[in-house]
């Protein structure tokens, strides 16, 4: 069973630049989570999908993070401007129902 | 919200020795406790978890205990080798593993030679 994808692996960008993400969760899991890892710190979760509706965002930046997941299947998150301390690991993770969920590899962001 | 301590932060061990993570956390509503292991460039990988009904389970040389009534649970690890050199984090959350997870600010385990 193919697992979570996550593309790009690394990204550099300037600050006030924006970025995208994508993830193809695992096939058949309707939750959807993306996480922000900085370094030395466990990950914290942004957002959570339940198919393509918002479960959570209430840590989510909304000022300048943004997030979708058409057709409840992949999601994108984008970071419009970003910021210095933005930069981190951005990790993508799945689950169907009380299943644990499965985490992909993650988009190492670095904002110069 | 719910917010989870992890204890030691960084934990060195010989090879062969048993390992114990411990965490706790502040939400007595919360039921369901992953454990995942974290290496170098990778994503977390789960390693084991336990729900609030059960208060012990084991995979091999992998164990996890929780007391509901402490708020705390533990990682065990028995007869270390080289490839449990990781990041460690214990996670936390309600829902019964459905709603997001906390967790902890992770555990670098070191096995010596």
């Known amino acids: 069973e193919a697992g979570v994808a996550q593309s790009p692996r690394y990204k550099i960008i300037e600050k006030r630049q924006s970025v995208a993400f994508w993830c193809n969760p695992i096939s058949g899991h309707a939750t959807l989570y993306w996480y922000q890892q900085i370094l030395g710190q466990g990950p914290k979760l942004l957002i959570q999908f339940q198919n393509n509706g918002v479960v959570d965002d209430s840590q989510l930046p909304k000022d300048r993070f943004s997030a979708e997941r058409l057709k409840g299947v992949d999601s994108t998150l984008k970071i419009q401007p970003a910021k210095l301390e933005d930069s981190a690991v951005y990790l993508c993770a799945s689950s169907q129902g009380v299943v644990a969920q499965f985490f992909g590899p993650g988009t190492r962001l670095t904002v110069l | 919200g719910e917010n989870v301590e992890q204890h030691p932060s960084t934990l060195s061990v010989q090879e062969g020795d048993s390992a114990v993570i411990k965490c706790t956390y502040s939400?007595?509503?919360?039921?369901?406790f992953p454990w995942y292991k974290q290496e170098l460039g990778k994503g977390p990988q789960l390693i084991i978890d336990i729900r609030s009904n059960v208060g012990e389970k084991k995979d091999q040389r992998i164990a996890v205990t929780l007391n509901k009534t402490a708020k705390h649970f533990s990682l065990h690890i028995t007869e270390t080798q080289p490839e449990d050199s990781a990041v460690y984090f214990c996670a936390a959350s309600l829902g019964g593993g459905a709603d997001g997870l906390t967790f902890g600010k992770g555990t670098h385990l070191i096995i010596q030679p």
């Open positions: 939400d007595s509503a919360s039921n369901y």
